[in-house]
């Protein structure tokens, strides 16, 4: 059973997903299930978080069985430490979403919850194929059920959201699929290990790494390509804006250090000023646009960018890191950092959104200007607000703070322009996170927005996990660190030796 | 020996010519008034008996019968026995709808089972002669099938269309016929095919075979000889909508297949070209029609010109593929089309019908499983992952790229996100819109049974391909 | 010896976690006596130890609790280092803290959030001491942002008031500032030296050779290290033009005024530069901006004290004056002597802050002290409080203030410099000019008459109010007398800076005899002749003078300068946000690409028009086409 | 002497001929008809010549069924129009436009 586990992981919630369409009479013994299932799929990824051996640097629970020999495409699976990390943040927001979903009342309940059973599924696929093509028809797939969840259970805008968000993301992916093909079409392989060992000409790796780092980048979003992303939060029904930020984001930024960089590297260091650049820009600039926004979702959202910003930098710095320093110790600091990040933000934003989400459950509005004082009203939900908000700026003792660090250090010994723009986001993100809470938070109550409870016991729980989750990996990250290090050993090794 | 041979090709063509007589059959009892109700029930049992015999009668080895004039062999057999499948579901769904516009009738049936026995006739002919009867028989029977509901003004207007244009079709074929005819002064198509290897390529052969194609590019609806389509998917009763939209298009590709398979003509550049280009003009101009569409039928024939485009791409591949990258694509395509269309007949089979895309409006809460099903059908045309429309596609982008015709592969990728817009369009009528048009009435485990049988099976093979690419690699290798 | 200090953080957090996660369960009072008690109890360990460590010499504990991020070359451990240094000054912030307390408890009986407030002091003592005894710097950081928060909820305590919240965001933004380039400069300390630890940086740098340090610009890297790191100690320790946030932050609790931003946060900066002064010894540019920034503090920020009506408000611009002493001390490399500074500042402003809480309280939440006047009789004790705590300042011989700030204006004389000079004779008027307006805080407030209405209302608050007063002045009294102890007290793995000092009696005569006294009895006489007899001097109406006093009382327009950055930042966010991100990117690109192809799309569909020799004309033409691009192909 | 090439171009014509009568006549839909007829007797001539020259009969056979076919065309067609002409009493061609787009 360890041994396929990954299977397990993925096609147990597709299934239970698919079967659970067909009930739809009784909403508790919905919620029991869907929320069983999650936790069943929760305590697999913990199995698999303990049985993974931190200390061997190549891929484990290894599954590869034919699949369509005749094309070369075979069901391969397997995980490294950023896999494991990636799909244990998954089923733990989505146990956490589910035991939300079942305090909200939903039409159509049974559906919404196959929805995000199979977009679990999916996304612990996503993390776990080591075949391209697999990993493609994972990340594709995974458009439907988000599409669904957007477009039925979302806003006043949500269909033109939601056709925004998959026809933007198949956009970009299908030029990833073309990227793939081409790959192929010279090695005859989709394997990732085999991508590990190409070498391609400069010419082609430059446009090998165009074609794909636009799927990712639109996926993640970097900034020219970001303005999907707040239409479909603003739209997306709570625990959708949940796993939007704190699962599907992440695909993107996984996409990146697991098919770009180590594929690509030589297309990617002679273009990887861009991205700087344009990482740059999103942390400084998306940072300075959140600041105004009036929908909080729609803040959170950019806030979200630019947070993703700092894990692009993190990634393409590396190359500049190596010309400077022929060591990959600084590397190696430069993706955790970014590894970090991706994880602490995934926490942080989902909490954010979980608490904005409430918030509209109960006043049915998330602008900004409509709300005032909710600390009278409901202290409990503000003070979590609060604390939420701090670890979005950055505070040490939160997550957060881990990856920045670490990222500025990084960034700073590549350029002192880099760390200092960089290290703005300290100002920025304290901007608009604060002001934010100064305005929805403190202050009189207004009025009109009294009568409404605080937090039940349910919202309580899954509140406090995720601040302590929060608090845990910002006292201690050293777990997360050398719980990685092998495995980005690993990963600058497959880099550094191509350049 | 005459004798003999004779006996063992009429042994071999048992299903057509049961098929025929029991045609007859339906036509006869249709006049008779107290035997008319039983027309449906006998159309169907009789193709279930033909496609039981034609499995019974079926050899691995390759036959040729009534000396060489019909062939029958793996490829021939196996898109018969796909034609019959699609045929049972077409005319099983469209009993209600044909009910309801009262057009069940003997002449109707036995019209229906002509045009098939026309196809069949292209799919297994050897002979130039027989293979323009069996264009002609099914186009004849089709015509008038369009033209059968008198009461509407557009199903004139369509027939009319469709007859003009498709005999022009059918002159552009004969004319290359006659110049294949006179090179090579031969009827049979595999000699055509063989001439190459004694002599090269001259002008008049190539000249032949782009007038052959170009009515085979008509055929197929692709652009720019694709008008005539979008008009007979609106104005033809819904059932022969469906049939064109799929048995011919298999006939024609076997037809293509016949005469490109070991050919030399497939590597003169001029001709690969020009299937190229066709293709590529076809996505365009299919997908940039079908964006503006309000009605769902024109929309769908606009789809299926860019699905043409698609197959005409797919065929230009087998330069160094063999042809079961256009066979995928050309199944794909096909089953994909009759699922939806037989949806969209099984919905508008009552009081209203479901003509603009805006009537989908809150399917889903109607009836999820329909929705469902349509959504996988649309899905699997646009060629997103969890549907075999994606290898269809796949396979094509697969194979342009190993030709280094990689911005070939983006252009037409792009627009295959264009394509993926309109059917999203629909998609989010049916789930996202509420408002169902009461007067619809979705229910009959009966035929939901049959519905759901191709997009089930769209996901299965999606998730176990192997097998029917080995298969189709076997028979047309 | 080491567990004992591992136990001093972990009181402080079960304190303060109790204290806010409890709150149901617990009565105000209970919750009180329970987190002053484990105050007193760390404050019992902080004493054994500092004892420990001052008995025998250079006795240096240092460990790591445990590692916080180990990737191959970086390291960083969380753990502590008690030399004399941190030792005193863990010492210094849990008495002041365990008073603040204790006089809480009085001070905020009847507040509704008063579990909340002991919380907050709880986990901001836990900070302090985690930046206190910190051995790395990021743990520092951590510390230092830490106080920065708790600051930040306590400004915002009674987060109804609009003045509140917005100086709470105020003091945290203008902190973030400094930390933006604190975190800069404490990356460029470690990739210079690599390593964040203190111990391995100092013997790094005492193995660097300076000469090969790269110079940009004229200033050499260590320089600019220091100087982005003195920024952030210039946010923390409030000094020009950072300074804004601490006057507004006077909207928190008085106790909390007290504690944070008189006795133990603000100097959190000099704290700093004192732990890293072995690196400031090579910033030979830095320290002289160090020092001018220090000066121009101390004098100016004083002046505005003159002509400020708040009670508590003229404190903070003391406090702010006094810390400009401290770092002009830091600017001459002084850090030993700005450290007692620091610790008797740390008494005597605590003291002057609580002393205006019991007043405030008395009257009732009124802090406008030209509502006040003649409160001498009716809070005697008080009264007797906030003199000592003026004397102090004022640095009134034998008191603790004299002690510290003539040391300061001593070394800075003997130090000789152009700019030194300079410095000195602007901290000597700053003397004068603390003298003004401590006089006339306390000749307004406790002497004249009444002028807020009926003065018999007016009582003595509880003892347990004024027993931490009482004992403060007691230390405020005594604690300059340890001067020997700060003269030669070593900076950490480095030698003693030599300080002029030949023991205290030559010192107090020297004292006595210097400017600074004459500084002394200037100020005390325009302050009586002001303000106690309320005279009028015709020269300060003159037009000249009025000019610049309305000049000063606009405060040197510091506030509406970042007003207006702030202005600037929204304008700029919201033109981004409209114009750039939704109008070209969203609207013309994102959407527009399709909206184009969609109008293609329908213009395609209108010309098609039907008719069926169109359609025949089509195929025609398309043959005619197809078949001359072949022909011209194989002709 | 008139040569096979000569033929050739006739029946071309012929046929080119034929295929503007459909998309030149704008008025009548018999006329299509008429067209229709004579585009497939060119056929039918290129298949007689090319028969005739290579003295091999299929070819001509090959005719008899082309004409068979175009008998029946033209039957089915004249019944179309037929219909049409009840459902709508004219058969201008410029009426034919219901569907279009």
Known sequence: MINNILSLLIWLPIIAGLFILFYKKDDKILNIFNISINLIVFILSILLLNNYDQNSSNFQFVENIDWIPSLNIYYFLGVDAISVLLIFLNTIIFLLVSLYNSTLNLKKRNQYYSSFLLANGLTIGVFSALDAILFYIFFEALLIPMFLIIGIWGGVNRIYASIKFFVYTFLGSILLLIAFLYINSSISSFSVLSFYDTSFSIVEQEWLFIAMAIAFAIKIPMFPFHTWLPDAHVEAPTSGSVVLAAILLKVGAYGFIRYVLPVVPLGASSLDIFFIILSLIAIVYVGLVAITQDDMKKLIAYSSISHMGFVTLGFFLIFKLFDNTNTNSDIVVSLSGSMYQIISHGFVSAALFICVGSIYDRYKTKKISDLSGLLNQMPVYSWFFVFFALANCGLPGTSSFVGELLIILASFKTSFIYAFLASSTLIISAVYSLWLVKRVIYGELKAGLENSIDANFLEKTILFVLALIILILGIYPDYLMSYMNMTLQNITNNIIIKI | ?477 | MEKLIMYIPILLLISSVTTGLLSKRLSNVHAGIISSSLVFVSLILSLFICFNIFSEESNILYDDFYQWISIDSLSIGMGFLIDKLSAMMTVVVLLISFLVHVYSIGYMRDEKDFKRFFSYIGLFTFSMILLVISNNLIQLFIGWEGVGLVSYLLIGFFYKKESAIKANLKAFLINRIGDMFFIIGIIMVFTLLDSFDYKTIFLNLEAFDIDKLDYIYGFSYLDIACFFLFIGAMAKSAQIPLHVWLPDSMEGPTPISALIHAATMVTAGIFMVARLSPIYNFADVTTDFILIIGALTALFIGVIAIFENDIKKVIAYSTISQLGYMVAALGINAYTVSFFHLYTHAFFKALLFLCAGSVIMSLHHKQDITKMGGLREKLPITFYCFLIGTLCIIGFPFTSGFFSKDLILEVMLYENTNISFFAYSLLLLGALVTTVYSLRLIFIVFYGNYRGGDLNKIHEESYVILTPLIILSFLSLVSGFAIKIFVDLPIFMFGIKDIHYEGLIPFITHGILSPASVTLIIGFLIAKYLYLDNKKISLLSSKFLVMISNFIKTKYKFDEFFLSCSDLMKSISYHAATKFDIKIIDSFVVNGLPRRINRLSSFFRSISSGYLYHYAFLIVFSLVVIFGIILARVL | MITMTHYLVFSALLFCISVAGIFINRKNILLLLMSIELMLLSVNTNFIIFSHYSNDITGQVFVFFILAVAAAESAIGLAIIVSLFRARNSLEINLINKLKG
């Open chain 2, 1 to 477: 020996m005459t004798f003999n041979n004779a006996f063992l090709s009429l042994s071999n063509f048992i299903p057509e010519i049961f098929l025929f007589s029991m045609a007859m059959v339906v036509l006869l009892i249709g006049i008779t008034n107290p035997l008319k109700k039983y027309v449906v029930s006998l159309t169907i049992g009789s193709t279930l008996i033909a496609l039981f015999l034609c499995f019974w009668g079926y050899t691995e080895e390759t036959v040729f019968m009534f000396n060489t004039s019909l062939i029958k062999d793996n490829a021939t057999e196996f898109f018969k026995i796909l034609c019959y499948g699609i045929f049972l579901i077409q005319i099983i769904v469209s009993q209600k709808y044909l009910k309801n516009k009262n057009l069940i009738s003997g002449e109707f049936y036995s019209l229906l089972i002509f045009a098939l026995i026309g196809c069949l006739i292209i799919i297994s002919s050897n002979n130039l002669i027989v293979l323009f009867l069996g264009i002609e028989l099914s186009s004849l029977s089709l015509y008038s099938l369009i033209a059968l509901n008198r009461t509407s003004l557009i199903s004139g207007e369509a027939a009319i269309k469709y007859f003009v244009l498709s005999i022009i079709a059918s002159a552009l074929i004969l004319f290359g016929f006659s110049y294949l005819y006179g090179i090579t002064n031969s009827l049979v198509i595999n000699e055509i095919s063989t001439y190459l290897l004694s002599n090269e390529i001259s002008n008049l052969y190539l000249f032949s075979y782009i007038l052959i194609f170009i009515g085979v590019a008509f055929k197929f609806a692709v652009a720019p000889f694709h008008m005539w389509l979008p008009d007979v998917y609106e104005g033809a009763p819904l059932p022969i909508t469906n049939f064109i939209a799929s048995i011919p298009k298999i006939a024609f590709f076997v037809f293509a297949y016949r005469f490109l398979n070991d050919n030399q003509i497939l590597f003169e550049d001029n001709f690969s070209k020009f299937i190229l280009y066709l293709g590529i003009f076809s996505i365009f101009i299919g997908n940039m029609y079908a964006l503006a569409q309000k009605k769902i039928m024109r929309m769908l024939a606009y789809s299926g010109v860019a699905n043409s485009g698609f197959i005409f791409l797919a065929i230009f591949t087998s330069i160094d593929f063999n042809f079961s990258v256009a066979a995928f694509y050309v199944i794909t395509y096909t089953i994909t089309t009759v699922s939806a269309i037989s949806i969209i007949t099984f919905i508008s089979s009552n009081k209203f019908d479901l003509v603009y895309i805006k009537d989908f409006k809150g399917l889903s809460s109607k009836s999820g499983l329909v929705s469902i099903l349509f959504m996988i059908t649309l899905l699997s045309t646009a060629g997103i992952p969890l549907t075999i429309g994606f290898y269809a596609k796949y396979l094509v982008l697969d194979a342009l790229v190993n030709q280094n015709m990689i911005i070939i592969a983006v252009i037409v990728v792009l627009f295959t996100v264009i394509g993926l817009y309109y059917y999203l369009r629909v998609i989010w009528f049916m789930f996202f819109e509420t408002g169902f048009n009461s007067l619809i009435k979705v229910n009959g485990i009966y035929y939901l049974a049959v519905l759901s049988i191709i997009p089930f099976s769209i996901i299965a093979i999606f998730l176990f391909p192997e097998f029917a690419f080995n298969y189709l690699f076997s028979i047309l290798a």
